[in-house]
């Protein structure tokens, strides 16, 4: 694998990681359509877990965990990111066709709303190395009443992960003690995706960030000197608080949306020095072909500089 300018320089900034942590990096950002850009795209598959087998309803063909792979495979992603069971599933069939990450904590939507918003440990650092993990991924809900118990794991399992020279990748969702419109507000995500950094997060993935302020001890300082006007102002300052782009920061797909949507927010991402996607329901809730193409336009957005 040779190695490109540009993704030697982004694993520069890794500066206390081992070799084997920067290969499984380099791994990532040297597959797929965007190999050596610098950008990603990856497939992510958690819904099944997280909302069940409804999620695959609208295309049946993804009830079967192989079209997940094969499509990660067909589109040219940087890597396949889902829990154990589904991973476990394709893994010998799809044995070195797409680097992989374990998502190794996972909740369900029986679960209770009026409890605090939590998720169980569902897998192992044993998992991801027996099954040729590139990295793990973990959920961490900033704000909810579990957040120090979920930091603690997280803490544990990513000293674990990178002995064993895997990559670190948190999910950071604000949950809890915000309004519905403070999950996604501009301050809130650029402090969880500070604090996923702080926690020691190879790559981070937030939702995109609205124009919208929560907090008010933050809403003065960032009405006189953050720019939220726009999704790129928004995106940018989501990588500056990562270490001022010190470390990679993805985003989230989210819901099902029109394509020209998925479009748009890739544009805001490469605009705002965004690293890329992670997307799910709107690569597979749409036909294959359909989703195919889309997840080619959205490669040539990102391959555009900035």
Same mark, same amino acid.
């Given at each position: 694998?040779?190695?490109?300018?540009?993704?030697?320089?982004?694993?520069?900034?890794?500066?206390?990681?081992?070799?084997?942590?920067?290969?499984?990096?380099?791994?990532?950002?040297?597959?797929?359509?965007?190999?050596?850009?610098?950008?990603?795209?990856?497939?992510?598959?958690?819904?099944?877990?997280?909302?069940?087998?409804?999620?695959?309803?609208?295309?049946?063909?993804?009830?079967?965990?192989?079209?997940?792979?094969?499509?990660?495979?067909?589109?040219?992603?940087?890597?396949?990111?889902?829990?154990?069971?589904?991973?476990?599933?394709?893994?010998?069939?799809?044995?070195?066709?797409?680097?992989?990450?374990?998502?190794?904590?996972?909740?369900?939507?029986?679960?209770?709303?009026?409890? $605090?918003?939590?998720?169980?440990?569902? @897998?192992?650092?044993?998992? %991801?190395?027996?099954?040729?993990? =590139?990295? +793990? /991924?973990?959920?961490?809900?900033?704000?909810?009443?579990?957040?120090?118990?979920?930091?603690?794991?997280?803490?544990?399992?990513?000293?674990?992960?990178?002995?064993?020279?895997?990559?670190?990748?948190?999910?950071?969702?604000?949950?809890?003690?915000?309004?519905?419109?403070?999950?996604?507000?501009?301050?809130?995500?650029?402090?969880?995706?500070?604090?996923?950094?702080?926690?020691?997060?190879?790559?981070?993935?937030?939702?995109?960030?609205?124009?919208?302020?929560?907090?008010?001890?933050?809403?003065?300082?960032?009405?006189?000197?953050?720019?939220?006007?726009?999704?790129?102002?928004?995106?940018?300052?989501?990588?500056?608080?990562?270490?001022?782009?010190?470390?990679?920061?993805?985003?989230?797909?989210?819901?099902?949306?029109? $394509?020209?949507?998925?479009?748009?927010? @890739?544009?805001?991402?490469? %605009?705002?020095?965004?690293?890329? =996607?992670? +997307? /799910?329901?709107?690569?597979?809730?749409?036909?294959?072909?359909?989703?195919?193409?889309?997840?080619?336009?959205?490669?040539?957005?990102?391959?555009?500089?900035?």
């Amino acid at each position: 694998m040779r190695i490109t300018s540009k993704v030697r320089k982004i694993l520069s900034n890794y500066e206390a990681d081992s070799i084997g942590v920067k290969q499984n990096l380099a791994r990532i950002l040297m597959h797929g359509k965007l190999s050596g850009t610098g950008k990603m795209m990856i497939l992510a598959v958690d819904q099944g877990f997280e909302h069940g087998p409804r999620a695959f309803a609208m295309t049946p063909a993804a009830y079967d965990p192989h079209y997940h792979y094969q499509f990660a495979v067909d589109g040219g992603m940087n890597a396949f990111a889902a829990p154990l069971g589904l991973l476990e599933a394709g893994a010998d069939t799809f044995l070195g066709a797409v680097p992989t990450i374990l998502k190794i904590n996972s909740g369900n939507s029986l679960f209770d709303k009026d409890n $605090a918003p939590d998720q169980a440990v569902t @897998a192992s650092i044993d998992d %991801a190395l027996r099954l040729g993990c =590139s990295a +793990i /991924g973990f959920t961490i809900y900033p704000g909810s009443d579990l957040s120090y118990e979920q930091i603690e794991e997280l803490r544990e399992l990513a000293a674990e992960a990178k002995a064993c020279g895997l990559a670190v990748i948190v999910w950071s969702y604000a949950r809890g003690a915000l309004s519905k419109d403070g999950e996604t507000a501009a301050d809130v995500i650029a402090y969880g995706a500070h604090m996923a950094c702080q926690l020691g997060a190879h790559i981070v993935k937030v939702k995109l960030p609205t124009a919208h302020l929560e907090m008010s001890s933050a809403k003065p300082l960032y009405e006189k000197y953050v720019d939220v006007s726009s999704m790129a102002a928004r995106v940018k300052h989501v990588v500056d608080s990562c270490f001022n782009g010190r470390r990679m920061v993805i985003f989230s797909g989210g819901e099902s949306k029109e $394509a020209g949507a998925v479009l748009e927010d @890739a544009r805001a991402i490469v %605009a705002g020095g965004g690293f890329g =996607s992670i +997307i /799910g329901r709107n690569f597979f809730q749409r036909p294959k072909e359909e989703a195919l193409a889309m997840a080619q336009e959205v490669v040539e957005i990102f391959r555009q500089k900035r």
